[in-house]
């Protein structure tokens, strides 16, 4: 029967010297093990309760099921690996587009199978190993992947996905929380400057009450809704064309877990690889958690490396009291109706910078790596996949439709190891690009 967990007081319970961490298995006191804990909350909810205000999916259902994945994640990771499971914006646009035909169940369905799909890799790593997955995903697969999703989702900032929840529908409102969050990022220092998103939707908020811009049925549903109560749950159901659409999202998953192990392994001085396999577990049946009862899919979130990383605090304890208070507020409907009164203005403004930073991010991967782009598999790697998502290709066979990012995550895939197994076939080196020294870098893809 597994025990609840337990931690050493590290040192004398009130500080850090300077040079230590706090480990996972330690702690310090209770209370700043709670200040701490509710930093971490502070750090995800920004990105944690946009993700359903796009999808549309009920906010305080999804801040529930993060809560309580961050419980089983810590669980079935053995309290070993310091992490909060907020919603992944890998889901929303095939969420979205699942939701076009199937309604909100078909999208859920997706989510179900794709966190399957995704503990099932975490048994096959935690047997096997997780060396496979460098090969399958090199760097300048995983990068051209995030890019292509920042870009696939820039029509969704504009215009909502066509649902009118975009920069086109207030776009003073969108101008004003993009500014702010941008003035938040270069005024404040530190953990502060980390929660600039959160602060350019309150500042957005804000501007749009003053100027009489907010919904007013969602004003009077934030003033009927009780203080305490169940969130909205709903039920999946399973059609093979939402599972298409969704199902590639998990290649996203692996990098973002993988890189999280990585990134905590680093910060605390211990190898984590043999629970790289136990965060792809927990993860996908956090995930399967959260489609099962109506909210959106769990990644593993950057945002709390930086708390982890600012505080060198990489206590457990903090994540278990960070997932039983966003379980708490999911308990709490008026939260909940708070959320949904976030005017469509203030949500364009903050997923222009969202998911342009997604789009970057792929080409960090890319910078980190040293990806050689001299070599023309790279460099065709990147581009042809880039380009498939950014302009949202689409194939349709029967019923079933595949969209810019999986025709995108699958023409990286097969370019570059296609590429790479005919070079092989021919012991040949492909080319240089011509208009680059005849003696490139040796390429860092393995």
């Not at 919904?215 to 999946?236: I, S």
């Not at 993860?283 to 593993?300: E, I, P, Q, R």
């Not at 060198?312 to 708070?338: D, E, H, N, Q």
């Not at 050689?372 to 996949?385: C, E, G, Q, R």
């Amino acid at each position: 029967m597994t025990q609840f967990p337990t931690w050493a007081v590290h040192g004398d319970g009130r500080s850090v010297r300077p040079g230590d961490v706090v480990h996972p298995d330690e702690r310090l006191s209770w209370p700043r093990t709670v200040g701490v804990g509710v930093q971490h909350v502070v750090a995800m909810f920004g990105a944690t309760f946009t993700v359903p205000l796009i999808t549309g999916f009920p906010p305080a259902t999804t801040l529930f099921f993060s809560g309580l994945g961050t419980l089983l994640f810590l669980l079935i990771t053995g309290n070993r690996l310091p992490s909060y499971l907020g919603s992944s914006f890998a889901f929303i646009a095939p969420v979205i587009a699942a939701k076009t035909d199937g309604g909100i169940g078909a999208a859920l369905g997706g989510i179900v199978v794709a966190g399957a799909a995704l503990a099932l890799v975490g048994v096959v790593v935690h047997v096997a190993g997780a060396r496979w997955i460098d090969a399958l995903m090199p760097p300048v697969v995983t990068g051209a992947i995030v890019a292509l999703i920042g870009l696939n989702l820039a029509p969704v900032a504009w215009d909502g996905g066509g649902a009118g929840t975009g920069v086109k529908a207030q776009p003073l409102i969108a101008v004003v929380t993009l500014l702010a969050i941008l003035v938040s990022t270069v005024l404040f220092r530190g953990f502060l400057a980390r929660l600039s998103i959160l602060l350019g939707v309150v500042v957005g908020w804000l501007v749009a009450a003053l100027t009489g811009q907010l919904d007013q049925q969602a004003v009077t549903g934030l003033r009927q809704a009780a203080w305490v109560g169940l969130p909205e749950f709903h039920t999946p159901s399973f059609s093979l064309r939402a599972v298409v659409l969704v199902i590639p999202v998990i290649l996203v998953l692996i990098a973002e877990n993988a890189g999280h192990v990585k990134a905590v392994a680093a910060m605390t001085g211990r190898n984590l690889d043999r629970q790289m396999g136990r965060a792809f577990l927990g993860d996908g049946v956090a995930t399967v958690l959260a489609g099962s009862g109506g909210g959106s899919g769990t990644t593993t979130y950057a945002e709390n490396i930086g708390v982890m990383a600012a505080t060198r605090v990489y206590s457990t304890a903090a994540y278990w009291v960070a997932g039983g208070t966003a379980i708490l507020l999911g308990l709490c409907p008026k939260f909940g109706a708070l959320i949904l009164t976030v005017p469509a203005g203030v949500l364009g403004g903050a997923t222009t910078a969202l998911y342009g930073l997604i789009a970057v991010l792929g080409a960090r991967i890319w910078i980190e790596n040293r990806v050689d782009f001299h070599d023309p598999v790279n460099l065709f790697t990147a581009a042809v996949a880039v380009i498939v998502g950014a302009a949202n290709y689409t194939l349709t066979v029967g019923d079933l439709s595949f969209n810019g990012i999986a025709l995108g995550t699958a023409a990286a895939l097969a370019i570059y190891h296609g590429m790479r197994l005919i070079a092989r076939l021919r012991n040949t080196t492909p080319n240089p690009d011509p208009d680059h020294s005849p003696h490139p870098h040796p390429s860092t893809e393995r």
